[in-house]
């Protein structure tokens, strides 16, 4: 329920992210790429 996730931090706003053991500059690419491609919507 939504104020068991608001209690824990986890807002409708949060972003969580994952990530693996990737390149440094690739991680980077993909995430500018996808604030970019977002911001256009």
């Given amino acids: 329920p ?3 996730r608001e209690r824990r931090g986890v ?3 949060l972003l969580r992210l994952s990530v693996g ?4 500059d690739d991680l980077i690419a993909d995430l500018r790429q ?4 977002s911001a256009r919507r």
């Fill in 2 to 4: 939504k104020e068991d």
């Fill in 11 to 13: 807002t409708d706003g």
């Fill in 21 to 24: 053991i990737e390149d440094c």
């Fill in 34 to 37: 996808a604030i970019e491609r």
